[in-house]
Structure formats: C-alpha cells, structure tokens
C-alpha cells in the first residue's frame, strides 16, 4: 500500500507521464419506495442492476446524431395522401378562418 497521498500520486504520475484512470463518481437519487420497487422489479426481471436498466433508458449520443431519413426509414410513403380519406374532413371555425386566409394569398382547397 502507497503512504503518498493523492496529491503526491498524481504529481508524481504527471512527472513520470504515466497513464491516470479517472474512477467514476458514485451519485444518490431519492426515489420513493414505490417507484424504487418498481424499478427493482423491472431490473431483476431483465436479470440487471437497477443502474443499468437506468442507463439502458438514456439515449446514446450516436441516436440523437442520426439523419432524420434514417429515423423516417419505414415511415416514409406509409400514408397515401391521394387515398380518399375514410371519413370527410371536420370543419372547425379555425380550419375555416385558415383556409380563408389561404383563399386571399390565390390557395383553394380542393
């Protein structure tokens, strides 16, 4: 066991170029009982730690830098908007006060 103190380790590791790991920080949450059972429940059954049924939720920086056509992929032409709509369109007084605004700029529904 080193008698240097943290201090002196890393001025010394720093001197001496060697490599430093950095050892995560330990975090508190409170969590009422109910929602702490809850989540117990959900990791035990995935077989993994409540911290890791936490950290599989968050999302990855690689999944918020996607393009949007890649997150589209398989919604793109799933509506066809030339199909009759099932059922016809339900006037609403601001549907009217757009479409009357559409119809002074020379735009007419159909």
């Known amino acids: 066991m080193s008698s240097r103190s943290d ?3 890393l001025k010394w590791a720093l001197e001496n170029q060697h490599v430093i790991y950095s050892f995560m ?3 508190t949450i409170t969590l009422s009982e109910q929602t702490y059972q809850h989540l117990l429940a959900i990791a035990q059954e995935k077989g ?5 049924w936490i950290h599989s939720q968050l999302p990855t920086p690689s999944d918020e830098l996607k393009p949007l056509s890649t997150l589209l992929t398989g919604f793109i032409g799933a509506i066809d908007s030339k199909a009759e ?6 006037k609403t007084a ?3 006060a757009i ?3 559409l119809a002074r700029q020379g735009i007419h529904r159909p």
């Open 7 to 9: 201090e002196e380790q």
């Open 25 to 27: 920080a330990k975090y």
């Open 48 to 52: 993994i730690t409540p911290e890791h």
């Open 85 to 90: 709509p099932v059922q016809p369109p339900t």
């Open 94 to 96: 601001f549907g009217e």
């Open 99 to 101: 479409a009357a605004k």
